[in-house]
């Protein structure tokens, strides 16, 4: 057993090469899709500001990724658990995904154009259409996203079969090329790319704005060439209708003759069947990873924001030196952002020998748990340090617009890498777990990973309605949200240690 939680030894045989290259096409649609999601992570929430949405209403903005994926995920993994069609279970829906991100990068890449075109004034101050087109744009982005990874994660437990060493491993190569995704996306935030497609820029898309345009059309353009390989080279069998099955109450023991004809329960009652059916060791998994969200999802909101505002001490909305360094706060995130997943890339592809390590999955897990709430806890004092030093250059300088210390930028850059630790275990061990025990439960892959999801997307949710407000009581600042995260993460470190050893 891959998660055994003493006597751990790594399992000395070769997984086979075919089914080995299939993981590994398929886990690549993860590196396409994460691009777009750090560019979504790193530049719409100060993009959202330049629209002229406020801080506190930015947080309401992300309610769309959760609220979707509270939606899509189970609706889309109970449907390909069952298709028929005789393109595949998962491919058609991965196809489908795909579509719908092209036209949701589309309309954020253009929406200040469109805005413009439909009355927005080129004026400071709210864009209503702009902001309306963009946050449709966002809708069919987190959406599609949603359509796509519950499919493809499921895809790679069909191709792993029975053996949990090759679920481990493939959602390892998935939370890899997540990390590849994201870093292509967090060098694209960080780089002048518009540079090359002057068309870009207009009077309505500013130059942050055209680089943003140019960074999610070379995103869709990714993502449809990587599902494009994937969907041309991987075969499905068709799922016979005549073998669909779900195992329940009053069918576990059901002869040749029933299967033949077998019963058709609702989504709805799949749901309640699986929530009934639910083992501990699934309950434990939903409670840590719900917590381990909490942790995660304000820093990833707002850390290139704070960067730009607490770190760097500019200004969205103030002087053109203020707002010059809100974006070299912006841009130093991205560079940041880049180095924290290069961590969660180098990470993940050791995660079994971490595992053996620390002598078992729950104390990995826990322990991850506890540098994410330490790393929460340094925002604050990172901060500290980068306002004491404006206020002494007040005193010796007459202005507080400096650039920080080389020592603020170090320690941020080190907080960013550290960080890609905990996140590489997010990415693959709930999702390793959730495959394996689902196996013997009747749910089937996808419904359960869908069932997982809504344990990471109400967290979320929780997060983006209170987050806001709650940083608005004090003055717009992004620190309550972050040490609300680390308490929630410390907490996960300590139920991590509840966790069963799967059977």
């Not at 190569?173 to 590849?180: G, H, Q, R, Y």
């Not at 974006?327 to 971490?354: D, I, K, P």
């Amino acid at each position: 057993m891959v998660y055994q939680e003493t006597n751990f030894q790594p399992n000395p045989q070769l997984p086979d090469q075919t089914t080995l290259k299939k993981l590994i096409l398929v886990a690549t649609i993860a590196a396409g899709v994460q691009f777009g999601w750090a560019l979504q992570l790193s530049l719409l929430t100060p993009y959202t500001q330049l629209l002229g949405l406020s801080h506190k209403w930015v947080s309401f903005v992300w309610l769309c990724g959760p609220i979707s994926g509270l939606i899509v995920q189970p609706i889309v993994g109970h449907h390909s658990d069952r298709c028929t069609s005789r393109f595949g279970r998962r491919r058609p829906f991965i196809v489908a995904g795909t579509l719908l991100l092209s036209i949701g990068v589309l309309l954020i890449g253009f929406a200040a154009d469109i805005g413009r075109n439909l009355g927005d004034s080129l004026k400071p101050g709210i864009k209503h259409r702009a902001a309306t087109i963009f946050i449709l744009g966002f809708w069919l982005l987190d959406i599609s996203n949603n359509m796509i990874q519950s499919p493809c994660r499921a895809l790679l437990a069909d191709i792993s079969g029975d053996s949990d060493a090759m679920v481990t491993l493939g959602n390892a190569l998935f939370a890899f090329f997540m990390a590849v995704g994201n870093v292509l996306g967090y060098a694209s935030g960080a780089l002048d790319l518009h540079r090359f497609f002057a068309f870009t820029k207009t009077d309505a898309c500013d130059t942050n704005c055209a680089n943003i345009k140019t960074c999610f059309l070379l995103s869709v353009f990714f993502t449809t060439f990587t599902i494009s390989l994937v969907v041309w080279y991987i075969d499905e069998e068709r799922l016979d209708p005549a073998y669909m099955q779900y195992v329940q109450d009053g069918y576990n023991n059901a002869d040749e003759a029933a299967w033949a004809q077998p019963p058709q329960p609702s989504f709805f009652v799949q749901i309640a069947v699986a929530a009934r059916s639910t083992s501990k060791a699934m309950w434990v998994l939903y409670v840590v990873t719900a917590l381990n969200w909490i942790g995660f999802f304000p820093f990833l909101l707002y850390d290139t924001d704070w960067m730009g505002k607490e770190v760097f001490g500019g200004k969205i909305e103030g002087s053109a030196e203020e707002l010059g360094l809100y974006h070299q706060g912006v841009r130093l995130g991205s560079l940041g952002l880049m180095m924290y997943v290069l961590t969660m890339g180098v990470v993940s592809l050791f995660l079994e020998g971490l595992i053996g390590l620390l002598g078992g999955v729950k104390r990995l897990w826990s322990f991850t748990n506890f540098v994410l709430a330490v790393c929460m806890g340094f925002t604050v004092a990172i901060s500290y340090v980068a306002v004491s030093a404006r206020e002494a250059a007040v005193v010796e300088r007459g202005t507080p617009l400096v650039s920080p210390s080389i020592g603020v930028k170090l320690s941020c850059f080190a907080l960013f890498a550290i960080l890609g630790i905990p996140q590489a275990v997010t990415y693959c061990i709930p999702f390793a777990l959730a495959s394996i025990y689902s196996k013997d439960s009747g749910t089937g892959q996808g419904l359960a990973l869908g069932l997982l999801n809504l344990a990471i997307v109400i967290p979320q949710m929780g997060v983006s309605l209170v987050s806001g407000p709650l940083d608005s009581l004090f003055g717009g600042s992004n620190l309550p949200a972050f040490v609300w995260g680390g308490t929630a993460a410390a907490l996960g470190g300590i139920v991590a240690f509840k966790l069963p050893q799967p059977d």
